[in-house]
């Protein structure tokens, strides 16, 4: 397993990757960090993308922040589209909602992530921890209520990607159980670091404290799910290409967030500021997967990309196919308890073997 390795220093999206003029993507959580910094490449490769976030204020900020940074040389198009992933409901809506205003879909980027709970885990409406809630149960739903109208992009001879965002920290994942609501709300043991615990940053690097500490369990859930929905592809011979990244040690706008609500949090910048590398290098990987050619010998529907740019095995965990059964297994049952309903769910089969 490669780590957290460095991103590469001379890849430059606009000049190495294919121009993306006619393109539509969505890039969610995309007002801060390695998601703006995703969707910037994408705009000055020329593609109309939309800021999938929830919060308007937020992306009026994000977008005068585009026009300050620029957008060529491709100046692709930005809109914003509301998009809550907290809970089912919210983002099956959106996910509709967009079906509603566009005939195609190129490209889905599955950023979003709260990376903080500020050391107070909080339940949503269901029951479901935000961390689970956010990063895995609302794009699980947010990208099945898209299939459809990614599956017709495609038909209609479109190359069309669906792009995950994982953590290499997924390998360092010990609480493995994915079958209930209490396993999705386990509850890891204190850290220096509290409110990283779900989500580890550069953090984990310097502070590796206990065995439970900084275990991204919903990035697991991240790619056990990527890994059942590339089967669930495969079976229905689908040509969607669907693959998941890692950035790399990112010093990124959430990061530095994370970081200002520690004591001597200038001296925790400075010093991760030292060796983790600037967010829009964080975004190389999920624009190559995004973007590169199909013939790349690094791109294939499954691949796990990794700094810089390269495939690479995942975790034997987040292979285990039982486990990618298990958690779609109790997805699907939390949404009919919860009644949303999502299309496609009630006739998956997929080879378990």
Not at 132 to 142: E, K, Q, S, T, W
Not at 147 to 159: C, R
Request: hydrophobic residues 40%.
């Amino acid at each position: 397993m490669g780590g957290y390795a460095a991103p590469s220093s001379t890849f430059d999206p606009v000049k190495d990757l294919p121009d993306m003029r006619g393109k539509i993507a969505i890039v969610t959580g995309s007002s801060s960090g390695i998601g703006f910094a995703s969707l910037q490449h994408l705009l000055r490769m020329g593609a109309k993308v939309y800021m999938a976030v929830p919060d308007e204020d937020l992306t009026k900020a994000a977008l005068e922040r585009v026009e300050e940074a620029g957008r060529e040389p491709g100046l692709g198009e930005v809109i914003w589209h509301e998009l809550d992933l907290k809970d089912p409901r919210t983002a099956k809506a959106s996910a509709e909602k967009f079906m509603e205003r566009e005939s195609k879909l190129d490209l889905l980027i599955n950023n979003a992530a709260l990376i903080s709970d500020g050391g107070n885990p909080q339940l949503n409406q269901d029951g479901v921890q935000d961390s689970m809630a956010i990063n895995y149960l609302g794009p699980f739903v947010f990208t099945q209520t898209l299939l459809p109208l990614l599956e017709k992009t495609s038909a209609d001879g479109n190359d069309v990607r669906i792009v995950n965002v994982g953590s290499a920290g997924h390998e360092d994942v010990t609480h493995l159980s994915f079958n209930s609501k209490e396993a999705w709300n386990h509850k890891f043991r204190f850290t220096l670091l509290p409110p990283l615990s779900r989500y580890s940053m550069a953090a984990s690097l310097v502070l590796p404290y206990g065995p439970d500490n900084f275990k991204e369990y919903s990035k697991m859930a991240v790619h056990l799910w990527t890994n059942h929905l590339a089967r669930r592809l495969t079976s229905s011979g689908s040509k969607i290409l669907l693959l998941v990244v890692q950035p790399g040690a990112i010093l990124s706008d959430g990061a530095v967030r994370n970081l200002q609500t520690l004591p001597f949090s200038s001296l925790w910048i400075w010093l991760l500021g030292k060796f983790m590398h600037p967010q829009e290098r964080g975004a190389f990987t999920s624009v190559f997967a995004a973007c590169a050619p199909r013939d790349d010998p690094n791109i294939d529907h499954g691949a796990y990309i990794v700094p810089p740019n390269v495939a690479e095995e995942q975790s034997k965990a987040a292979l285990d196919k039982s486990k990618q059964d298990e958690l779609f297994g109790f997805t699907t049952k939390l949404l009919g308890e919860v009644d949303v309903r999502v299309q496609g769910l009630d006739v998956v089969r997929v080879d378990s073997k």
